[in-house]
């Protein structure tokens, strides 16, 4: 059902558009109709309107209302204008106006495990990047400002939104997320270390209903980078989640004790899981029955879909009845009506669904050297599968220098050892087996260093060539002299012994079998243990593992920018670095921990600066080539092969997908290159 919008008869939005004269232009990325927006592949309502002179009249899903009827306490639909913001983000589709229906299937390894992929397809933020990956555009938010010294932002909001219950989205929400939230004990005991900003909060306030403020203690000048490529949404319904506080609501407790939540943290825990991580265990996996009780499975949201079933097999999505933006023919996005996502965490059953054309979009942890043979059969399974290049990606080996056991960090914190381990790969032979040619010997440092003017690719290259007899003349010259049957001996006369636990999501298992062999003709006992990425993580975020192990998934300039914790330790939890107890000394002022060496204390004061000037200026590329130079001279970090590139695969009948620019989950995997306006040929 068509309809004209009813907000285009208010006097204020008339002022900013030229009289109807048409129906619009159905435009598209490959013929603009010689329309030309602000941002890239978008317009505001007002302006695609004025320019094609034309008002837009809005279509709906037909099988909004049945999906409506499917997501736990939802009311009924009203219409449609009713539903859309006054001021809709108008996208315009890469190829064509699609059609709506049909089902995205994907597979993931198991709830918080391999799940970005397909999180980033429905995920909002205030800002992303375009698909060129270099210039930030309006999303959730319609505009924003800073002031001149980088210590105020401030976002404009989009009159009208809506929850996808139908409750108004409003700049309290985003300030509730913050203040009462993030910044309250009650409810999160510590607040996250990457929304304080030199030890002290910001402050968020909203001057009226479309408008939030906030202002930092120090200029934060790349900070609108995390809006654009993170997976943390800085909002949250104050009308849904509030209810359980007692600051907004009088009968809280009565409430919370209805419902078996022993306190505030419990109650608002149950839907928001003590993080912005949106793929954290949903009520409808923790516990169903509590969730049907309360009437709501899970809280409402902004995103494209919402998820109205999880289990140990994986979760259901349907479109969001709700959500913000319109196609260039004015029909309410998105296109798609469900996504199922289905938890497979066996690589060779990944593969076999993918090959029987079981699989819609297929992303995370693909590896490169699979690629032949799901290029083999592209036919049987109807899909197309493609090579995207990543930003300088490299799996990376980091040997834990704050080890609970001391002699182990006293041998992992000499740099000779990384020097020796770096020196005793073949990166040819990983390269050619491993990554089919496809790849550069590389080491790795806090960025890639292709987006970043302070580290340059003749830096990454010092202790990467395949040189066995220096390795082990630099672990003879520490003292690690070799037994009467060829293994090291630590200080302590026990063997020198290394387990390697890694997750597949992370690196390959091929990659550990290859590097613990090339360690073992050192003279160093290695095995290694395949887990799982919760299991992983688990490990290394409590200091219980040997080297940590993963891939630094281009780690981009926009990234370093306004959140360096790449180049700190421990780094973030779904990417653990280990060194724990140097970031608990950092924090506590050498209260607690163990104090870290000269340099790695003044990696932390250098980081911390870094984030105060803008990207690109001569004070941020002085700071950055500090932080290259020590985290390459302790080597922090041994690096493998880099710029390797990557699988992506899609079914056939999956269009408007875009070449990608890059495959990276720095800029969040799917969400620059709009998701939102792919659909189903039936």
Not at 172 to 189: G, K, R, S
Not at 223 to 237: E, H, K, M, S, V
Not at 270 to 283: A, E, K, L
Not at 302 to 319: F, K, Q, W
């Amino acid at each position: 059902m068509s309809i004209k919008s009813a907000y285009l008869s208010g006097a204020a939005l008339i002022a900013l558009s030229l009289p109807a004269f048409a129906d619009c232009p159905a435009i598209t990325v490959a013929d603009m109709g010689g329309l030309s927006p602000d941002f890239p592949q978008q317009f505001e309502l007002a302006q695609f309107e004025e320019q094609a002179a034309c008002d837009l009249g809005f279509s709906e899903n037909p099988a909004a209302g049945e999906m409506n009827a499917r997501i736990l306490g939802n009311p009924e639909l009203p219409p449609l204008a009713e539903r859309l913001p006054a001021e809709p983000l108008v996208v315009v589709p890469y190829e064509q106006v699609g059609a709506y229906g049909g089902v995205l299937t994907g597979l993931s390894r198991g709830t918080e495990s391999g799940t970005s992929d397909l999180l980033s397809i429905r995920h909002v933020n205030l800002v992303r990047y375009s698909d060129d990956l270099q210039t930030i555009v309006p999303n959730v938010a319609k505009s924003r400002e800073w002031n001149d010294d980088f210590t105020e932002l401030t976002f404009y909001l989009r009159a009208g939104h809506k929850w996808s219950d139908g409750a108004p989205f409003t700049a309290d929400d985003v300030v509730f997320w913050y203040n009462d939230v993030l910044m309250n004990p009650a409810v999160i005991e510590k607040a996250p270390g990457r929304w304080v900003f030199n030890g002290e909060p910001a402050t968020v306030e909203a001057l009226d209903e479309t408008t939030v403020k906030f202002t930092f203690p120090i200029a934060q000048p790349n900070l609108l980078n995390r809006w654009a490529i993170d997976y943390g949404q800085t909002f949250l319904p104050k009308h849904f989640l509030g209810r359980f506080l007692d600051k907004y609501n009088p009968d809280a407790d009565a409430l919370r004790e209805q419902h078996g939540f022993a306190n505030e943290s419990e109650a608002v825990n149950f839907y928001y899981g003590s993080s912005d991580w949106m793929d954290v265990p949903s009520p409808l996996m923790k516990d169903a029955d509590k969730a049907a009780a309360i009437g709501t499975g899970v809280k409402p949201t902004l995103e494209s879909h919402i998820v109205i079933d999880e289990n140990t097999e994986g979760r259901r999505l349907v479109a969001n009845p709700y959500f913000f933006m319109v196609d260039t023919a004015g029909n309410q996005l998105p296109y798609i009506n469900e996504i199922r996502e289905e938890y497979v965490p066996e690589r060779e059953v990944v593969n076999l669904r993918i090959m029987n054309g079981e699989v819609t979009w297929k992303q995370q942890a693909m590896q490169l050297n699979d690629f032949p043979l799901l290029k083999e059969n592209e036919a049987k399974g109807d899909y197309t599968v493609v090579l995207a290049p990543t930003l300088g990606q490299t799996p990376f080996y980091s040997f834990n220098r704050t080890h609970k056991d001391p002699v182990l960090a006293e041998i992992f914190s000499d740099v000779r050892f990384s020097q020796a381990m770096s020196l005793g790969m073949d990166r040819n032979e990983i390269n050619e087996i491993v990554f089919l040619g496809q790849g550069r010997p590389m080491q790795t440092a806090a960025t890639e260093y292709k987006t970043v003017p302070f580290l340059e690719a003749e830096e990454l290259m010092e202790f990467t060539e395949f040189d066995p007899e220096r390795a082990n003349a630099l672990l003879d010259e520490m003292g690690l002299a070799r037994g009467s049957d060829g293994v090291r001996m630590r200080p302590d006369g026990k063997p020198l012994a290394i387990r390697i636990v890694f997750a597949s999501q992370g690196t390959a298992s091929q990659l550990q079998e290859l590097v613990s062999g090339y360690w073992s003709d050192l003279g160093i006992q290695v095995d290694i243990r395949e887990v799982t990425s919760d299991e992983y993580r688990a490990a290394a975020n409590a200091n219980e593992v040997d080297v940590m192990t993963w891939k630094n998934d281009g780690v981009s300039g926009p990234n370093i920018s306004q959140d360096v914790t790449d180049a700190l330790f421990p780094g973030d939890p779904f990417n653990p670095k280990g060194h724990a107890d140097w970031a608990t000394w950092i924090e506590t002022d050498g209260a607690q921990g163990t104090e870290p060496p000269a340099d790695i204390q003044r990696l932390f004061a250098a980081a911390t600066e870094f984030t105060q000037h803008p990207l690109g200026s001569d004070e941020s590329n002085a700071l950055g080539a500090e932080i290259m130079k020590i985290h390459l001279d302790n080597m922090i970090k041994i690096g493998v092969v880099a710029d390797i590139p990557e699988p992506i695969v899609y079914s056939n009948a999956l269009k408007n997908v875009p070449e990608f620019t890059a495959k990276a989950y720095d800029y969040y995997w799917t969400y620059p290159y709009r998701p939102q306006q792919w659909w189903l040929e039936q």
